[in-house]
């Protein structure tokens, strides 16, 4: 679930989230994987924008991120874990290669 996108598409208004929705717990504790939120946006980009090669540009950083291990601690196994905004930053980086 930590990487599930969601869009509630309407004939005139369209929603993107993540599907799980908040996380109060992890304000201001940098540990929110925001991977769902992430590839919401890509979901806006595509579905909300048309942007499709924006839209490949995202998922690709973020399958990067998958398979370097860039993950925060709620998906990082067998490896040391990374802050939010470390894989944020990762991904952001990675966006622009």
């Known amino acids: 679930m930590g ?9 005139r208004i ?8 908040s996380y109060p717990q992890a304000v201001g504790r940098d540990i929110a994987n925001p991977l769902a939120s992430i590839l919401s ?6 579905l909300g924008l048309g942007l499709k090669s924006e839209t490949l540009s995202v998922r690709q950083a973020v399958e990067k991120s ?31 290669d």
Not at 41 to 46: D, G, I, N, P
Not at 79 to 96: E, L, R
């Open 3 to 11: 990487i599930m996108p969601s869009a509630s598409l309407g004939d």
């Open 66 to 96: 998958l398979d370097a291990g860039v993950l925060t601690e709620d998906l990082a196994v067998d490896k040391a874990p990374c802050g939010m905004v470390a894989v944020g930053d990762w991904i952001a980086a990675k966006i622009h």
């Open 41 to 46: 946006a890509a979901m806006l980009l595509e």
């Open 14 to 21: 369209k929603l993107f989230e993540p599907i799980h929705g």
